[in-house]
Structure formats: C-alpha cells, structure tokens
C-alpha cells in the first residue's frame, strides 16, 4: 500500500467529541460505509490515535500481539506483515511507549484519509482476506523460521476457508434463529459476549440462563447472516480468543501454585459450541509428588438417565430439546456414549481424560483452524479412533500423570509435548528453551494440518495417521554422542528422540554412585535396543557386546520395523499382531510357542541374570556389613566410612536399627536433602521400613530415592556401576529382555563376574 503523509485538519481535532461516535469504536455511532482502497491514502497511527487512542478497542490492541514489537529487524519482507504501514516510527508519539514494530489500524481497515470519524474506510470490518494476506501461505525465507517457532501458523486462513468451520462442505453453512448462535458469525459473536458478561459456565443451560433466543431471531435470516469467519472466535483488536478466557480457582493444600487454571479460554470457546457440561473437584494427592491436581468428570446435567433415555430412542444429543440438553452435541470426550457412523449402534465411552485447564486442550489434539480429526467416518475406524483417544488419556495424554504433571520448566522436548512439534521443524533445544510441562498430543507425533482432500475435494477432516520426520539435516543422536543412522529407525524417529536416555555411561573410576556412572531416565528403550552402539550403558573392558538388535523388516524384506509396529503407542500396550508384518503374524508364529509362554520365556532367561547381579551385589553389601562390624574397604575417607556404614546398616537392618545411634545416627536437623532432614528423607524414600527385606532396601538404594546421588550411593565404584547395569536393564527399561535381551545378558553377566559373584548355570551369549 502507497502511504502518503497527509495533515490532520485542526477542525478535525475541534471535532474529537463527533469524531469519537464513528462506528468503527464500536461505542454505538453510525456505521462506517466501505470505499474503493485505490481512493484513500493512510494518514499513519498517530492520526488514529488523536481520536480512538483512549477507546476500548486501542487499548486492547496495545496488549496484542500486532503491537508487541515481536519482530525487531528492519528487512523489508518481514516488515510487509510485521509493520505493513510502518507505523512502528509512531508508536511513542501516538501512544507514549517504545517505537517498536505493529500492525496498525490501517494494516487492516486500510487507508484512512477520507475516514475522519464519519468517513468510509476501505475495511471496516475486516474480514478473513485481510487476515490471509499476512496468516497465509509462509514464504519459503519466512517458513524456516515462522514454522520453527511455532509449527502451526502456516496456511492458517487456507485450512480455515476449507473447513467446516468456515461452512465448506456443510450443506447450510449459516443458519438462523438459535442454531445462529453456532451457526453464523453474527450469533456467535453475540453468543460469546453474552457468555463473558455472564460469567456463566453451564454449558447446557446457557440457552436459557442467558434469554438469547428472541435477539438471536431478530439477527436475521440465512440470507443476511453471514459464515464464521477469523473475528468470530478471535477478538479483532486484542487478537484473543472471545468468551470466558480463563477460568481461575485458588486450592487449599495446593502444591505450587496453588491457584490452578480450572477451564481455559481455548476449552471455553470451544466448549460454547461443542458442548459439555462438566464438574470437578480437587485431588490433593494426584499429580506428581502428591501436589495436587484437578479431576473432571459429567456434571449432574449431563447425567446418566437423561443420556441413557436420548440413546435408547437413538436421538442424536444435537435436536434433543429436552430441558438442560438444548444444543448438546454427543459428548466422547468426558465419558458418555455415541452412536457409532453407518450402524447407528451404540458405543459407551470411557473418556479420554481431557484436561480442560490445559492452555491447548483442544488444539492438542486438534487443528482448530481445518477441524481436522483422526478416525474416518466408517464404524472400524470410528472405533478405532475412539480406543486411541481413551488409551492415550492414559498414557502419553494423562495430564495427572508424574510424566506431565509437574508445574517445571524444562525437560524439553519429552515433557512438553506441544513444544517437541518445533523440533521436528528444525528447531534446537537451545532454540526451545524451557516451557512449562504439558503432555503429548495427536499434534504432537501427526500433522494435523491438512487442508483439502485431492481426492473428494472436500475438506480434509480426517489426518493421516503417518508420524511426524525430522528434517534431512537433523542428526539422531545419543547423550553419550553416538550418532544414529536414520534408515535404523524407520518410523520411529519421533520415539527416539525422546526413549534415546538421558545422560551416558561415565567410566571414571571414583564414581560411588549409580546415578553418576549413568542416568538413563525413564524408558529408554532406544539406548537399550541399540545396545553397545548407544555408548550410554557401562560395560566391561575387554569385553565384545552386541550393538542394535531386533531389526525386524516387513513381508516383503523393504522396510525396517518400528516401534509402533510392537508397541499400541496410544494404549501403551503390546501388539499381538501386525498387518504388515507377515501378513499379520504374531511374534510367536516365528519365534514357537504360543505368545504367553514366549513371552515368559524370554522375560524369565533375562530376570534370571537380573536375580543373580542385585544378589551378588546384596552378596558383597552384607560382607561389608558383617552383622554390624562392618569390614569396609580399604581407601575410603572418614565421612565416606560413616555414610556406608549408616547406609548398610539401612539396608541390613532398617532405618528404625538401634546401631543407628551416636555417630550412625541419622541426622534430624539441617537439610539433607528437598528440604528435608536426613532422618526425614530416609523415613521418606523407606515406607513401611517394618515389613522390607534387604533385597527390597537395596533396589531403593539402587533406583535413587530421594532421588539423587547421595540416595543412588553404593560404597565403591564396582558396586555402583553394576548397580547401574541392573537398574538398566531391570527398572529403567523393563522390557530390556525384549528389546535386546542379548546386550542385557552380556552386560549382567560381565557385572557379576566384576563383583566375584557365581555365574553358575548362567550362559553369556555371543
């Protein structure tokens, strides 16, 4: 757009008490009429400003994204959409803050010399061209770092313009009356107002809490309302989203914070619509380390009886009329019911243990902009949708669970789901940075971006359920600094990069504990199935070990086998069988037996080295503990001398022995350890101290609780690194016997025979 300088008239500023009646304040004038752009040149924001620069609608856009400054370059084709109108040079004249780049006023209502308050304005209401001109289709200079930063901005007003949302292959696209409120942008943007005045959350009774039936009529008709559009769900000048924002409650016996994000304004908004009325209550001991998390679950109006009654008749929950059910659409999300496509039957739903105070929890899962989904609409892949969603909420999707439940900053990619997306776009885990945890969703393994299906040319609802690759320059890489050959991965590149383990075998002699000769973390399958090759499990000098193994192909000998091809991803189950692998054949068909006994077959032959390296260990501990006098090797300072013998004394006898007395005693005062003292971090880490075994204290030694060095300590460098090789192969990743059972064996079996242990009737494999 030209912009030419053009002077404010003095009668124009004599004017400001008419001039602040024009329509486009949204404060009650009259309505500003459209003209053609090529008849108007901008005037800049500080003209803006002299009039609508202390209305509503300037002060919401000072706290918008537009005005943020967040690009601060000066290249030309980023300012196109960054400062179009180069208003940024006026921000401290118009408004007193620090120049910085924005998308102005006439960024999207265009030139406004003719405007003055009563004037036309080429767009005075902006529509979802305007928007696309900027939220479209990313240059290929801007794509590498706009889609980086944040994977879903492209194509953005496309996928709109193809969905649903939009009225594209919806055979009434905009409809009148109540179902306007839904059903057209006029009723929705009266609808969500009338929601945030409100303050009312019950989502079935809104209809008639609210009263907005008469004014929703008088609206218009079919012919005159108009399709939802981007300023439907987004407030224009804010950019927010419209509706209750979020919801806030503040818990008594919280962990950190104790004000907690109870309904967000994404489940708001979407839940203005797509309805569900739901409760919920206060856990204070859920979550990780007991802080406390929220639970929900189908509120009295959503009840059984009146479910059970609208589904028995078959009537789909979106024409009920009953009382409290008015404009419900069939809930799956919470628990209920819903007819299954084609069959009509009926399928009672578990949930999918959504949690409605996530920032994302819909866009989780879902595209919001192209209402994409999984699950075609045929009964065995609606079913199958609906087994995914239930088994994820359990799984890599339980927001309760100690995976994703921490109120921490870090842990990126695996601990924060929306974020690891950036990764698989090219990003850096410096580039990351730390947000907050938030568990996985579709979106975060499955592009659900799609737009248009070439096929039927119809909006594409349905995603493919391909994983997400990582671009060709990436490089898989282990802790330990391995580097991985991608054709090994197959489609497993996602799970890789978060089941690689977390910090390497570190061979330094000194190390006492088993955390410091490595620390795999949870699951860390990949470290194990690439055996010697990861470099992150200890091993024995001189000795040859097994490196990836259990590189299975498909039928036709083309194609590595992944770990979605064993393992139900979503349910964190097992696979009993796969299409594509020998046209379905269990793993037994190859391997003999039936799949219990091959199962426990394999599970037994690795446990049983597992028995023999933790007794061995528990062999050498009781020798050095020697019923209290205690023979302790030779080199060991003094207060190394007296953590091991509290230690073994811990371990033989219990954290209530009567050696632990004087000097032995466990210490009550000071800070051992999260704030606790050392009597009171033992007391902690031994529950139910009365009825354990030494066998049993052991593995709590080993797996380090508290969880930190000194918990993990086990006297000598030996110990501690075959207590690393047990917990290896038998906590971290307790289907070591699965993944490379060989490298496992061979590891445990060099680890006893270290320690002097018996490997009687145990056979080290090649």
Known sequence: MVRKKLALLTAALLSAALLWGCGSSGSGGMDVQPIDPADVQTVGIFNCSTCHGNGPQAQAWLESKHAAGSYGGTGAVCLNCHDPGRDGQEMAQAFGVTNRNVVGCESCHGGGSAHRGLGPLPFPRPGVETCGQCHGDLTVAAAGTHIGNNPFTNLITDRFLDSRHAGTGVGTPVRANTCAACHSHEGAVLYLSAIEASGNRN???????????????????????????????????????RGLGDITQTFAGAGAPAERVVFSAEFNLCTSCHQVNLAFEFDEDAGYAGRGMIRYFLADAHSTETRTDALNALVDWHNVSQTNAGRTIVDTHFAGAARIPVTGALREIAGYNINPGSPNACSSCHDVHSASKFGANSGASFDMAVSFAEGFGQNHGNYISDAFSREQFGCTPCHTGRDFVKLTEGRTLAQLGSPRWNTLGC????????????????????????????????????????????????????????????????????????????????????????????????????????????????????????????????????????????????????????????????????????????????????????????????????????????????????????????????????????????????????????????????????????????????????????????????????????????????????????????????????
């Not at 320059?473 to 282990?478: A, D, L, Y």
């Not at 032959?605 to 050498?620: E, M, P, S, W, Y």
């Open 203 to 241: 989502m079935m009774l809104r209809g008639g809490v609210l009263g907005l039936e008469n004014a929703l009529a008088a609206l218009g008709t079919v012919d005159t309302l108009n399709v939802k559009t981007c300023t439907t769900c987004h407030d224009a000048h804010s950019g927010k989203v």
């Open 443 to 766: 979106v975060s393994c499955h592009d659900m971006l799609n737009t248009m299906d070439p096929a039927s040319g119809t909006p594409a609802r349905v995603v493919s359920d391909e994983p997400r690759t990582f671009p060709a320059n990436h490089v898989f890489q282990f802790q330990s600094g391995a580097v991985v050959d991608v054709a090994d991965l197959g489609r497993s590149q996602v799970c890789f990069e978060c089941h690689k383990g977390r910090t390497g075998f570190n061979d330094t002699a000194t190390i006492t504990t088993v955390y410091g000769v490595n620390y795999l973390h949870y699951s860390p399958s990949a470290a194990i199935l690439f055996g010697d090759e990861s470099e992150m499990v200890p091993t024995y000098e001189g000795q040859l070990y097994a490196g990836l193994r259990n590189v299975h192909v498909d039928f036709n000998q083309t194609a590595v086998l992944g770990c979605a091809d064993c393992h139900e991803v979503h349910s964190g189950g097992i696979r009993a069988n796969n299409p594509v692998v020998f046209s379905g054949a269990a793993c037994v068909s190859c391997h003999l037996g039936n799949q219990d006994t091959f199962d426990v077959f394999h599970r037994d032959r690795t446990k049983a080295f597992g028995d023999r390296l933790k007794n061995t260990i528990l062999d050498v501990l009781e020798g050095m503990f020697d019923g209290g006098d205690f023979n302790l090797p030779e080199g060991l300072t003094a207060a190394q001398q007296t953590r091991a013998m509290k230690d073994l004394i811990v371990i033989f006898e219990g954290i209530d022995s009567p050696l632990l007395t004087g000097d032995l005693a466990l210490s009550t005062s000071g800070v051992f350890v999260s704030g606790m003292t050392e009597r009171a971090a033992f007391v902690a880490a031994f529950p139910n101290d009365a009825v354990k075994t030494p066998a049993d204290r052991l593995k709590i030694f080993i797996t380090g609780s508290p969880r930190d060095a000194t918990g993990s300590r086990l006297v000598t460098n030996a110990l501690a690194k075959a207590g690393a090789a047990w917990k290896n192969f038998n906590y971290d990743d307790k289907a070591a016997w699965a993944h490379n059972s060989v490298f496992a064996r061979q590891v445990m079996f060099d680890a006893i025979q270290d320690l002097g242990g018996s490997t009687t009737g145990l056979v080290r494999p090649n």
